[in-house]
């Protein structure tokens, strides 16, 4: 079963102003960045987890190594949620992967007329969602890790993932 | 009236980009539960919060429903009724639902889903006594359909008045049309 794409996009664009307004009810005014960044990450790994368990369910093959999950969030996942794979992968082969992704398709709409970097800004908060979503698939997978990103060339973003 | 019956279908099957129920439906589940745990249970707030955030997507979706049918102005409130559902509903979450409860001035109608037709619900579990009387899981519904409505004019009130998560036979979403707001026609027109 399905819903429209604008349904869902709507859900995590209103997010970030009703986080906002939240956090402001409940006293966060000082460091309110934070608590928005901190609750849509927390949206985004609840998100991860249940996509974990459902993607897993359909899943008949074992995935092996570390890199083979890795690749499996640039695949399966990514198609799930972004009707795409991810553009490139890099890693030290040790403990941290970039993945990126060249034209992202929840940023190529988003614009401004404040110049590149106030825009990259304005989208973090929108950001933390999908990153969100990488950590708490892989925390299903058995992976603890820090996700984070850059923005800097819209609709170009980078996450990085530090196990 | 007939492009009513088919628009919302036609728009669904050959202009919508579509995702994963379960993907929204999780998104959805964790922005209640997190409102749940910030207002500490008090679902009134929890309530209010929703019904806002619906509001403020309701003052923007309706552009997107203009553009991709092209729909005609309404003539009546049974017609507005029937965009409603068959355009609206059909168009963003595939399913249709019933019209009835109708007041006899044609001003108040009731959306109805039976059980298992609302998608916002459908992974929904441990729900907890309190929540079972006081919780409008789906309320956000209801501030999307008065903020668009308020867009093409209509000021209305819209409340959930039952909900199959209650233990209710069906969820009831009630809608009271209170006036039809006057067009704001620019100096010098017509």
């Known amino acids: 079963m399905s819903v429209s794409q604008s349904a869902l996009d709507y859900l995590w664009i209103e997010a970030v102003p009703l986080t906002k307004e939240v956090s402001e009810i409940l006293g966060h005014k000082d460091n309110i960045n934070e608590e928005i960044f901190y609750r849509i990450e927390k949206h985004g790994f609840n998100v991860g987890k249940g996509l974990a368990y459902l993607l897993m369910r359909e899943q008949t093959q074992a995935i092996g190594s570390q890199?083979?999950?890795?690749?499996?969030?640039?695949?399966?996942?990514?198609?799930?949620?972004?009707?795409?794979?991810?553009?490139?992968?890099?890693?030290?082969?040790?403990?941290?992967?970039?993945?990126?992704?060249?034209?992202?398709?929840?940023?190529?709409?988003?614009?401004?007329?404040?110049?590149?970097?106030?825009?990259?800004?304005?989208?973090?908060?929108?950001?933390?969602?999908?990153?969100?979503?990488?950590?708490?698939?892989?925390?299903?997978?058995?992976?603890?890790?820090?996700?984070d990103f850059d923005a800097f060339d819209l609709p170009l973003v980078e996450f990085s993932i530090f196990i | 009236?007939?492009?009513?019956?088919?628009?919302?279908?036609?728009?669904?099957?050959?202009?919508?980009?579509?995702?994963?129920?379960?993907?929204?439906?999780?998104?959805?589940?964790?922005?209640?539960?997190?409102?749940?745990?910030?207002?500490?249970?008090?679902?009134t707030k929890v309530n209010q919060q929703l019904d806002k955030m619906g509001y403020n997507i309701g003052l923007r979706l309706i552009e997107e429903v203009l553009a991709k049918t092209g729909l005609p102005r309404c003539h009546s409130f049974r017609e507005t009724a029937d965009a409603v559902t068959r355009v609206g509903f059909k168009m963003f979450l595939n399913i249709t639902p019933q019209l009835g409860n109708w007041s006899v001035d044609n001003k108040q109608f009731s959306i109805i889903f039976p059980p298992g037709t609302n998608p916002l619900v459908e992974f929904v579990e441990c729900y907890d006594e309190r929540a079972?009387?006081?919780?409008?899981?789906?309320?956000?519904?209801?501030?999307?359909?008065?903020?668009?409505?308020?867009?093409?004019?209509?000021?209305?009130?819209?409340?959930?008045?039952?909900?199959?998560?209650?233990?209710?036979?069906?969820?009831?979403?009630?809608?009271?049309?209170?006036?039809?707001?006057?067009?704001?026609?620019?100096?010098?027109?017509?």
Not at chain 2, 159 to 170: C, T
């Open chain 1, 67 to 147: 890199l083979d999950v890795i690749k499996f969030v640039c695949k399966d996942l990514w198609q799930l949620l972004f009707h795409k794979q991810i553009d490139s992968l890099k890693t030290n082969h040790r403990d941290a992967y970039v993945l990126i992704d060249t034209n992202f398709t929840m940023c190529q709409r988003m614009s401004s007329n404040k110049g590149p970097e106030k825009t990259a800004e304005m989208a973090k908060p929108y950001l933390w969602l999908p990153a969100g979503i990488i950590r708490g698939f892989l925390h299903v997978m058995g992976i603890e890790c820090r996700v």
């Open chain 2, 132 to 190: 079972r009387r006081e919780l409008w899981y789906s309320n956000i519904l209801a501030g999307v359909i008065r903020g668009a409505l308020e867009m093409v004019q209509l000021s209305c009130e819209t409340e959930f008045v039952s909900d199959v998560l209650q233990g209710a036979a069906q969820t009831e979403l009630r809608v009271k049309i209170i006036k039809v707001l006057e067009d704001e026609v620019p100096q010098g027109e017509e």
């Open chain 2, 1 to 43: 009236m007939s492009k009513v019956r088919t628009i919302g279908a036609d728009v669904w099957k050959h202009k919508t980009d579509k995702v994963s129920l379960e993907l929204f439906t999780l998104m959805y589940g964790s922005i209640v539960s997190q409102l749940c745990d910030d207002f500490e249970h008090d679902y």
